[in-house]
């Protein structure tokens, strides 16, 4: 499979080139970064700390995908709504792992994934995907005398909050109690709040130093609490969950995947 890589002098596009490098049934059929970037030019496997790959870091998406069967993408939400647009031209996959993304964004994604094989996921790993199998099915169990909230902490250079992770998790919880998560979600709380709301779903989110990324999901009831977490040790997980997502997507036809899709869940 002939893949992409957007954003390919970023920390996740770097481990993306790795990941594909090393995965037997792909191989990197371009790497794209912004116009201007000063890894334009420069060979994607030198830039990832491989041996060259005979493959130019270019700014020009459009041709790229062109020859390609798919694109891997943990980029912004402006650029992943525009990457979606060209991935749905050449009708070929395109793996998102992006957080932030508004709901007008996610609309344009919808709408994409009429002509192309959109994966979206706010985490690739295997492990997160399994604990949100997991908080989907205590949550459907648990009554609301249950408190559900949700804590995450990542490296203090990342812009969104609550993460995209601590978002998944949300939305599983959600789902298992049968209710939306717009209508329960609690992510600020500052000064005199009032007593908890009966059924909220809160969230909590710590940022600094290098960490991956750690979440943890707390059930907590009268007299007893159960706790399930996750701590990522190393971005690569997410790289290789995104290239299993693409090799998976090959064979599907059009619309809007999720990793519950891909690892059968």
Known sequence: MRLVVV?????????????????????????????????VGQDAGSLAGLAPLGVAVTDDPL??????????DFTAPAATVAYAELAAQARIVHVVGTTGLRPEDLAKLAAAARHARIVRSGNMS?????????????????????????????????????????????????EGRAVALAERKVAVRDGHTGARAPGSIGFAT????????????IFAGPGERIELGHRAEDR???????????L????????????NDVLGL
Not at 206 to 216: A, E, F, I, K, N
């Open 236 to 246: 690569g997980i997410f790289a290789r969950g995104a290239v299993r997502a693409a």
């Open 206 to 217: 710590l940022r600094g130093g290098s960490v991956v990324g750690d979440h943890s999901v």
């Open 126 to 174: 295997l492990g997160v995907n399994l604990l949100a199998g997991l908080v989907r099915k205590v949550a459907a169990t648990l009554g609301e005398d249950f408190d559900i909230e949700i804590l995450e902490m990542h490296h203090r250079h990342k812009v969104d909050a609550p993460s995209g992770t601590a978002l998944l998790l949300g939305e599983a919880a959600a």
């Open 63 to 72: 041709r790229v995908f062109a020859e390609a069967d798919g694109v891997l």
């Open 248 to 259: 998976w997507a090959q064979g599907q036809p059009p619309g809007l995947y999720g990793m």
């Open 7 to 39: 954003g390919a002098s970023g920390r996740m596009g770097r481990m993306l080139i790795q990941a594909v490098a090393g995965t037997e049934g792909c191989t990197l059929a371009g790497a794209v970064e912004r116009e201007g970037a000063e890894a």
